[in-house]
């Protein structure tokens, strides 16, 4: 059974042909990086008329780098949820059209169970990993989200939220924090690159990053640490000060998102633990997961730098089941700028 998955929730345009074993066809990603660069930003109603401008030519490689026609694709998935409601309303009103047109049935797909899964995705170019057993403890950090679940089986009712931010997701936070530096949006890659040639030790950033032995994180207040040094010793240059404080905060942000996953893990008493989301692209994370995992007997499934930053494959792959059962969505689709899985965590609730 073949999928196609389209993906318009936030500042890439992607779609993708998977088989309901998570074998990637085709995986096409067209970034709107430059497009809101020079606002240090995402700036929502560019994201929406730039997917408009790139959704039809993206489905089209999608398919033809896959070497399939519309009518051997088995079903449609598409991001409905969370995201920025403008530019979800262009991919979903694109794949109901299509699916209206060719009359394949047509999946919504929550974004954040598309991450969750992104770990089970076999790229035909790389050799890869088995894919995690269920039941397995999940770090989800994205630019949008941060938190941790307990994953049951491939469905959202399978999915429970163990702990999530109160304020900042950890990809914001890398973002807030270079663009603070002036290194330009996206941040997450250029902290990732400065940072691995940095010394985390020369500058102490202090900032409560919630109990250590909580499932709940917090990043503002590293955020604003990071805001108060530069405040007191002025904006580094592109020196190793600035390579250092990179490698400071990145550290901290590492070290909370490792550690909290292995606490979760051992309390929820499962031996798979599985990352995803743009901030499991970053060199520290995957390395120091690694370390954590052998240390404390876990097995650890991180997908490919390129799966966890938003794309289209995970979102085919979410809809598998959904697709297998017959179900469609079709005409009812609607989208949520919130996600569907129930949320333990109150945003913004300050320190209890
Ligand atoms: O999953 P994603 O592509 O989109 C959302 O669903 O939000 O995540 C994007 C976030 C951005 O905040 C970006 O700065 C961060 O992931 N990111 C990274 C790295 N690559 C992307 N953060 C740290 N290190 C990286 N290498
Ligand atoms: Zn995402």
């Not at 580094?236 to 996953?261: E, I, M, S, Y």
């Not at 633990?273 to 060199?283: C, S």
């Not at 007997?297 to 809809?319: E, F, V």
Request: hydrophobic share 45%; with cysteine.
């Amino acid at each position: 059974m073949l999928v196609l998955g389209i993906e318009t929730s936030c500042d890439e345009t992607a779609a993708a042909v998977v088989d309901e074993r998570g074998a990637v066809r085709s995986d096409v990603i067209e970034s709107q990086i430059r497009v809101h660069a020079p606002y240090g930003g995402i700036v929502p109603e560019l994201a929406s008329r730039d997917h408009l401008k790139n959704a039809r030519p993206v489905i089209e490689t999608a398919l033809s780098r896959a070497g399939v026609a519309l009518d051997e694709i088995a079903g449609i998935a598409v991001t409905s949820r969370p995201g920025l409601s403008g530019a979800l309303l262009v991919g979903v009103q694109i794949a109901r059209g299509l699916a209206f047109a060719s009359e394949l049935p047509l999946v919504g797909v929550d974004h954040l169970l598309g991450h969750l899964l992104a770990a089970f995705l076999v790229y035909p170019d790389v050799a890869s990993a088995p894919p995690p057993a269920f039941p397995f403890v999940a770090l989800l950090a994205s630019g949008g989200h941060t938190a941790l679940y307990r994953v049951d089986g491939p469905e959202h009712s399978q999915v429970r939220e163990l702990g999530a931010t109160r304020d900042d997701a950890a990809g914001e936070a890398f973002d807030k924090v270079a663009k603070l530096l002036g290194l330009g949006y996206p941040g997450g890659p250029v902290v990732d690159r400065l940072a691995h040639e940095g010394d985390p030790t020369r500058i102490e950033l202090t900032a409560p990053m919630r109990a250590k032995n909580s499932l709940e994180f917090s990043f503002s207040g590293l955020k604003t640490s990071v805001a108060r040094y530069v405040e007191q010793n002025g904006r580094p240059g592109n020196d190793q000060r600035l390579r250092d404080l990179c490698a400071a905060f990145q550290t901290r942000v590492v070290d909370a998102l490792v550690h909290k996953t292995v606490v979760a893990a051992t309390r929820e008493g499962v031996s798979t633990i599985v990352f995803g989301g743009g901030v499991a692209a970053n060199r520290q994370l995957r390395t120091q997961a690694a370390r954590a995992a052998e240390k404390h007997g876990l097995s650890l499934c991180i997908p490919l730098p390129r799966a966890c930053t938003d794309n289209a494959a995970m979102i085919a792959y979410a809809a598998v089941p959904r697709l297998l059962r017959g179900e469609s969505d079709a005409a009812g689709l609607e989208v949520s700028p919130h996600t569907a899985l129930p949320r333990v965590t109150r945003k913004g609730a300050g320190n209890r």
